[in-house]
């Protein structure tokens, strides 16, 4: 992945951007009073190659200014029929509102669709009011079953 939105590069994951991708994960969480978890949800961050790269899935960073500003990512998960989840879609509040988690979440759907996967789950918390709103909007269903403890919502989407 390599693609441009505006003046933001979105692009694959690279082994140097592992401080900065969890340091704006760990900031965003803050921001709405959920914990940063090294050792429990968000391990991934820290293991993505194994846990992301190596399991059929995909990691981008979003960049503005030479600056890690958001993430993206998903990988297989056994929750249906050739299912995937979106993970750590994450924004800084200083790019938010200019349309970037729209144009990431697209484009996270088109490379998913792309691999032939036909479900997508994501678990997120309602405090991310955005994001739920985000999600919502773009055709996500509530369903059960969240599998994170900072998270009490689950969506899913079944691709045509």
Same mark, same amino acid.
């Given at each position: 992945? *390599?693609? !441009? !939105?505006?003046?933001?590069?979105?692009?694959?994951?690279?082994?140097?951007?592992?401080?900065? #991708? #969890? $340091?704006?994960?760990?900031?965003?969480?803050?921001?709405?009073?959920?914990? =940063?978890?090294?050792?429990? #949800?968000? *391990?991934?961050? @820290?293991?993505?190659?194994?846990?992301? /790269?190596?399991?059929?899935?995909?990691?981008?960073?979003?960049?503005?200014?030479?600056?890690?500003?958001?993430?993206?990512?998903? !990988?297989?998960?056994?929750?249906?029929?050739?299912?995937?989840?979106?993970?750590?879609?994450? %924004?800084?509040?200083? +790019?938010?509102? /200019?349309?970037?988690?729209? !144009?990431? %979440? $697209?484009?996270?759907?088109?490379?998913?669709?792309?691999?032939?996967?036909?479900?997508? =789950?994501?678990?997120?918390?309602?405090? /991310?009011?955005?994001?739920?709103? %985000? &999600?919502?909007?773009?055709?996500?269903?509530?369903?059960?079953? +969240?599998?994170?403890?900072?998270?009490?919502? +689950? &969506?899913?989407?079944? @691709?045509?």
């Amino acid at each position: 992945m *390599r693609d !441009y !939105y505006q003046d933001f590069l979105i692009r694959n994951w690279e082994k140097g951007d592992r401080t900065s #991708a #969890a $340091a704006v994960i760990s900031y965003v969480l803050s921001e709405y009073g959920l914990g =940063w978890e090294p050792d429990g #949800a968000d *391990r991934d961050v @820290l293991q993505v190659e194994a846990s992301y /790269l190596a399991t059929g899935g995909e990691f981008w960073v979003i960049e503005h200014e030479n600056q890690i500003v958001g993430t993206g990512a998903y !990988y297989p998960v056994d929750r249906g029929k050739k299912a995937v989840e979106i993970r750590k879609m994450y %924004l800084l509040s200083s +790019v938010r509102g /200019l349309g970037l988690g729209k !144009y990431l %979440l $697209a484009q996270l759907e088109a490379a998913i669709a792309s691999r032939g996967f036909e479900e997508i =789950w994501i678990e997120t918390a309602s405090v /991310l009011v955005e994001a739920v709103k %985000l &999600y919502e909007s773009k055709g996500y269903t509530a369903a059960t079953g +969240v599998e994170t403890k900072r998270c009490d919502r +689950v &969506y899913v989407k079944f @691709l045509p």
